[in-house]
């Protein structure tokens, strides 16, 4: 048991390794030349991620585990990995232009986007609890900082202290649950812990409801959703960006790894949380967004209603449900991405801008741009035939399959009153009276919204590769 | 054994003494003098106890850093601490209360404390006899081998933690004098020292 680490047990972790030393030699380029290497930076982080990306496609296939399976590469973890990658490159690639104006080039950014990206790499592939944990404040601490970082604007700051304050209290959730865990299961792994699970325990149960507090935060679903709005409007508006695709991506892995293979032997116990925490995400999502007049705050309600439809998956708790959990958050990634990028060129010669009523007859002067929007909300509203529909028809499907009626009715029903805010922005942007046009939107937010655009119009021609592709991963955890 | 049972009864008795004095000195600066006493007397115990790598990481942490960081918050903030602690004998009986309740609900603990026969079948490795390797030998044969991963992410995070003080503080504002040690160490004795004769009465221009 002590020997030292081979090189064969490393292999599973090339990745990671990739990015941690590629995030420290980008971080000693920095700090050794002079502020004209920013973009060079950038770009050297967003090939870093694309590398990282390849070696991971490059691993043997099949299950690798590693330090006594502590971690862990199954077809899950290349799924989401390559998910909160794709995430992540995005969002670099969205703050090029405005980190240049705004953030006065501040090369720290990718750098600790680069070691955010690792530490959601870990965690997606974390299968012992400290693992996990580690994982997840690798993630995170990143997160904070780059909340804050438009140092001058007030409301930035705000954003960072509170998800800081807030998120070292779910962290201490967390520790807690998973001190009790470790305390009746007598053992960190999911493996042991799911063998103590078979033997039953109070305890464990309790220790099952911290941790499960403590993940809600991380994917902002209900009722640990409070930091969502602040943070996301506060936060600069690339930063709000990376918030609303990666780390949900790294927080449902998470999620559903731990709730999945440590607790098996107690469905009916953490299947009522679930379908309590998904409808109540669904409904608030639907309902406190429709006064919202922010984008970025609309976003906000939008994703924690987006978190409750993917966690329908996870309540279903069949190999379908997960299935229908991957497919979600990929969907999801490219429709918020989407929406980001008209966010981040909603600006005119008075600066940013960020109400919906400024949108009013895009559809005139952008008409591209307008088009796309408006198909992205088609698609997150979950209209057929866009990818958003597939999206949700999986999660109903398994939920209905489980016998979870009450949660797949409250779903549509939740989906329906959702719809009337996506159509609102639509309307504003097809039927009001223009107002001054936007500013030219620059190339690589062109691209990353042509790209987001046509996938979710184009999913359904050929929805076959995402799907086999969800459904071999979901099956690699049972 | 008996020179044994003589350090015990010094360390713990210096270590409840000083404990109280840390809440009773008036001047912050002891209390936190205090505390470091206590806690070095802490360490003694460990080591009593046979536990030397819990004893250094007391003295290394807690003496070395947060004691540390203790005292330079007091002597940084202009704080009246006198001021604070006003009245505090009035709080003393709801205080001794919560005290002595703690004090019950530890011992009840203690005594009935017992490992559920379950978690020793769960143990992955064996543990080696405390006769063969002392503990910190034991925890560097598992911290660089089987959770070195874990200490590379500890790492890391720190790094993290790191970059990001010094992304949220560091300002670089124009017009700030820096101490510039290249030019300081290049000063030569001509350009530095002029040596001007001045004539009696008439003083320097």
């Not at chain 1, 380029?29 to 490059?58: N, P």
């Not at chain 1, 699970?197 to 305890?203: D, V």
């Not at chain 1, 790894?257 to 440590?262: E, G, L, S």
């Not at chain 2, 505090?88 to 205080?95: A, F, K, Q, S």
Request: hydrophobic residues 60%; contains cysteine.
């Amino acid at each position: 048991m002590n020997a030292a680490p081979s090189v064969s047990n490393l292999v599973p972790l090339l990745p990671e390794i990739v990015l941690g030393v590629g995030g420290m030699a980008l971080l000693m380029l920095g700090v050794y030349r002079d502020a004209r290497m920013v973009r060079l930076i950038d770009y050297a982080a967003i090939a870093l991620l694309v590398v990282a990306g390849a070696v991971l496609l490059l691993l043997p296939a099949g299950k690798l585990t590693s330090f006594d399976g502590s971690f862990v590469v199954d077809d899950f973890a290349r799924f989401l990995k390559i998910l909160a990658l794709i995430g992540s490159a995005a969002a670099i690639a969205m703050s090029l232009d405005y980190a240049e104006r705004e953030l006065q080039q501040r090369f720290e950014y990718s750098v600790l986007i680069v070691l955010s990206t690792l530490g959601m790499l870990m965690l997606i592939s974390a299968a012992d609890l400290i693992a996990l944990y580690l994982g997840l404040e690798l993630m995170s601490l990143p997160l904070y900082v780059v909340a804050a970082s438009h140092r001058n604007s007030l409301r930035s700051t705000e954003a960072g202290l509170k998800y800081f304050v807030l998120g070292a209290l779910s962290s201490g959730m967390l520790l807690y649950g998973a001190s009790l865990v470790y305390g009746f299961a007598g053992t960190v792994t999911f493996s042991g812990i799911a063998q103590a699970t078979a033997r039953g325990g109070t305890g464990l149960i309790f220790g099952l409801v911290f941790l499960f507090a403590g993940f809600c935060f991380k994917v902002s679903a209900v009722p640990f959703h409070m930091w969502t709005p602040d943070v996301y409007e506060g936060a600069p508006t690339p930063v709000t960006a990376f918030f609303a695709a990666a780390p949900k991506v790294a927080g449902l892995a998470m999620f559903v790894r731990a709730t999945i293979v440590a607790f098996p032997g107690i469905v009916s116990q953490w299947q009522q949380i679930l379908v309590f925490v998904s409808i109540a995400s669904m409904l608030l999502g639907a309902f406190a967004a429709i006064g919202q007049r922010n984008f970025k705050r609309l976003m906000a309600y939008s994703s924690i209603g987006h978190m409750g439809y993917a966690l329908i998956g996870l309540a279903a708790g069949t190999s379908q449900g997960v299935q229908g959990v991957l497919l979600y958050v990929a969907i999801y990634i490219t429709m918020t991405l989407g929406v980001f990028t008209v966010i981040l060129s909603m600006r005119r010669s008075t600066g940013m801008v960020e109400s919906i009523d400024q949108l009013a007859g895009l559809a005139r002067g952008h008409p591209a741009m307008a088009f796309f929007l408006a198909m992205l909300l088609f698609s997150m509203a979950g209209v057929p035939p866009l990818a958003g529909f597939f999206a949700k028809f999986y999660v109903f499907l398994a939920a209905i399959k489980a016998g979870l009626y009450v949660l797949a009715v409250v779903g549509v029903l939740a989906s329906v009153v959702g719809a009337y805010y996506y159509l609102a922005i639509i309307k504003i942007m097809y039927f009001d009276e223009p107002v001054e046009g936007f500013y030219k939107m620059p190339l690589e937010l062109k691209v990353v919204l042509a790209i987001c655009g046509l996938f979710n119009v184009l999913f359904f021609l050929y929805p076959g590769p995402l799907v086999g592709a969800a459904s071999a991963a979901a099956q690699s955890l049972f | 054994m008996i020179i044994q049972a003589i350090f015990f009864y010094i360390f713990a008795g210096i270590a409840v003494a000083s404990a109280v004095m840390v809440i009773t000195a008036r001047n912050p600066v002891h209390s936190v003098l205090f505390l470091i006493l206590a806690f070095v007397n802490a360490a003694g115990l460990f080591v009593l106890l046979g536990a030397e790598f819990l004893a250094m990481i007391l003295i290394v942490v807690y003496v070395g850093a947060v004691a540390v960081l203790f005292l330079f918050v007091v002597m940084m903030l202009d704080i009246d601490f006198s001021e604070l602690r006003q009245g505090i004998l009035n709080y003393l009986p709801i205080g001794a209360l919560v005290g002595a309740v703690l004090l019950t609900e530890l011992l009840i603990l203690v005594g009935a404390w017992a490992i559920g026969p379950d978690v020793v079948k769960s143990i992955a490795s064996p543990i080696p006899a405390p006769s063969d390797v002392n503990n910190t030998q034991a925890l560097g044969l598992v911290l660089y081998t089987r959770y070195v991963y874990f200490f590379e992410a500890a790492g890391l995070i720190l790094l993290v933690a790191m970059i990001g003080a010094i992304v949220l503080t560091l300002q670089h504002k124009p017009g700030v004098k820096r101490q510039n040690i290249a030019a300081q160490v290049a000063r030569r004795r001509t350009t530095a020292i002029d040596i001007v004769n001045v004539k009696p009465g008439q003083g320097l221009s």
